[in-house]
């Protein structure tokens, strides 16, 4: 494993996915810290509480899509005002059970977003992304 | 029976008539009358009247003209246009411009004069009886279109969270820690995502509108092989597309019919069969695309051959859904594509599919 995929930021509002996505992380070891976020609220504060401290900062956000409030499209919106200092060194790959062409043509639309990924988050697409 | 109250409204500028109009169906009808054409303007205004009948010939404003000048801001009531015979200009006029339901001659006969007002009233309300059903049915459209979404989102995230435990319970190796329940809840929410996922193609396929994107199908055919057999590893594909020139269609159809049938050929494979394998062959011309997809399963017996495309028809083995090729055939049918499949029990089956090129 490369190390620079140190830390994955799992945004997400359903506590069982979260759960069940950050276990599925820690058994793969595909990274070795997980910042769990409850919404992309709380993710945007992180990131602008941390934005100078690279040791706390994500290598990769997974990021579900239908979140009340703010969903991870209007999320996208706020990630892009970051530094590019930030943002290029922690590509988002989105997760969701959406079966909604509109989504998954807005997703693959996002210059930020390499790919979006469907639920149930499979350990070997994510291998294959980081 | 009574008669409901219908609303007439009568302009004339000659009292008289008035008043002998009012004599005459004041028992039939709710009557109303105007001396001029912005007297009956007015009366518009307040009362929703469902018949209007005006005099030609009036001063300042004729009949004609009135009802020009209504067409925007009450098109609803239906126009009775009452005239002398040899009116013929005024008539011309009324037809072209003035949107008339009927023309009377003046004096008129009651009779007749009755008989117009009970059809136009009948032509008043079939108007906004069709209104209220569309209006009705733009609603259960949306309604539909939203439950679609909800499928597809909220209904479904619950669903994946399972599969998604079922598959931590592989990795901490408990699945067969309680005999075979896991497996069990596996296949059944396996299940009911596939139903989920069918209902969602299906209602899709008849709700979208066709759309004309470019198709590449050695990526297309790439991509859904990966999909479908994530599954199943042991089929071996052979993928050959002759396309040298640009294919226009719609993708997202294109992507069901396609996906349903390579679906099905690892499906219905033999159990026993070491060399499973499926051909898939695409040759696309300025006109169409000729797709070959066969595969060496089960195959489908011969009486069966007739049903396959129809509604929840399933075969006995692998329990399908009995909507994979009902899907296919109704896709099909939205983008002009003709289908035929031959089988030979044991040997395998061979789908054939042309779509035309909207290049």
């Known amino acids: 494993m490369q190390s620079d995929n140190k830390k994955v930021m799992l945004i997400d509002d359903n506590e069982i996915d979260l759960k069940i996505n950050a276990k599925l992380i820690s058994i793969t070891k595909l990274f070795e810290e997980i910042i769990i976020c409850q919404s992309a609220e709380e993710a945007l504060d992180y990131l602008s509480r941390n934005m100078n401290d690279d040791d706390k900062l994500p290598n990769f956000i997974l990021l579900d899509i239908q979140m009340p409030e703010m969903d991870g499209f209007e999320f996208l919106e706020q990630y892009k005002k970051f530094s590019t200092a930030l943002t290029d060194k922690c590509p988002v790959a989105m997760l969701s059970s959406t079966l909604d062409f509109g989504d998954t043509q807005r997703a693959e639309a996002n210059p930020y977003v390499i790919k979006l990924l469907k639920k149930p988050l499979s350990p070997k697409e994510l291998a294959e992304l980081i | ?359």
């Open chain 2, 1 to 359: 029976m009574k008669t409901p109250s219908v609303r007439v409204l009568y302009i004339d500028d000659e009292e008289n008539n008035l008043e002998a109009f009012k004599a005459s169906f004041r028992r039939q009808y709710e009557i109303y009358t105007a001396i001029s054409a912005a007297d009956g303007l007015k009366i518009l205004q307040s009362v929703n009247v469902q018949v209007v009948i005006a005099d030609q010939k009036m001063p300042n404003t004729t009949g004609v003209e009135f009802f020009k000048s209504i067409t925007e801001t009450f098109p609803d009531p239906i126009r009775i246009l009452l005239t002398g015979y040899t009116d013929i200009e005024a008539l011309a006029d009324a037809i072209n411009h003035g949107h008339i339901y009927r023309y009377i001659t003046k004096p008129w006969n009651d009779l007749e004069l009755h008989n117009s007002i009970k059809n136009a009233y009948d032509a008043y309300k079939a108007k906004i009886d069709l209104r209220n059903k569309v209006a009705e049915l733009e609603k259960t459209n949306d309604e539909l279109n939203r439950f679609i979404y909800s499928i597809s989102h909220e209904l479904r995230a619950p669903l994946v969270s399972v599969i998604g435990i079922v598959s931590l319970v592989k990795m901490e190796g408990l699945y067969n820690s309680s005999g075979e329940y896991w497996s069990l809840i596996e296949t059944c929410s396996n299940k009911l995502d596939y139903y989920i996922q069918k209902t969602l193609q299906y209602y899709k396929n008849n709700k979208t509108v066709t759309d004309e994107s470019p198709v590449d199908f050695k990526k297309l055919i790439s991509e859904l092989i990966d999909v479908y057999s994530y599954t199943d590893k042991d089929t071996r594909f052979t993928v050959n597309v002759d396309q040298k020139v640009d294919f226009k269609g719609d993708l997202f159809r294109i992507e069901v019919i396609l996906g349903n049938l390579i679906s099905n050929a690892i499906k219905y494979q033999k159990a026993a069969e070491l060399n499973k394998k499926v051909n898939i062959d695409v040759e696309v011309s300025k006109e169409l695309a000729q797709i070959s997809i066969s595969d060496n399963g089960m195959g489908i017996l011969n009486e069966h051959l007739e049903k396959i495309f129809t509604q929840f028809f399933k075969s006995k083995v692998h329990h399908g859904s009995g909507l994979g090729l009902f899907i296919v055939k109704e896709a099909l049918n939205k983008i002009e594509g003709r289908i035929s499949v031959s089988s030979d029990l044991n040997h395998g089956t061979t789908f054939k599919i042309t779509i035309p090129n909207a290049k």
